[in-house]
C-alpha cells in the first residue's frame, strides 16, 4: 500500500509518501500502526508528533473518503493522510 502525507502530516512524517508491504488481509487500522511503528527524526518545531494528527486526521482510501478503520486493505491501495486544518 502506499501512504501519501499532506499538509503537517507531511511535516511530521518527514516524507510526501512511502510504501508499505503488509499480509492480505490487512486493515487501514494495522497500516497506521505501521505508520507509527517507523523511526522517525522529530518534527520540526510546532508541528505535533505524527501519532497524535493520525488520530485527528480523516483519510482518502483511493481518493474515498473511509472513516472505518476495520476496511481491508489491498495491496495496490492508495491510503491520503489528511490532518485538520482551517481556513476558508
Avoid: I
Wanted: aromatic share 6%; with cysteine; hydrophobic share 45%.
Amino acid at each position: 500500500m502506499n501512504v501519501r502525507y499532506f499538509a503537517a502530516a507531511r511535516a511530521a512524517a518527514g516524507v510526501e509518501e512511502e510504501r508499505f508491504e503488509l499480509p492480505a488481509g490487512s486493515t487501514m487500522e494495522s497500516l497506521l500502526c505501521a505508520v507509527l511503528d517507523v523511526d522517525r527524526p522529530a518534527p520540526p518545531a510546532g508541528t505535533p508528533p505524527l501519532g497524535r494528527l493520525l488520530s485527528r486526521s480523516s483519510f482518502l482510501l483511493n481518493e474515498v473518503a473511509v472513516r472505518d478503520r476495520s476496511v481491508v486493505l489491498g495491496p495496490n491501495d492508495v491510503v491520503d493522510v489528511l490532518p485538520p486544518f482551517a481556513g476558508g
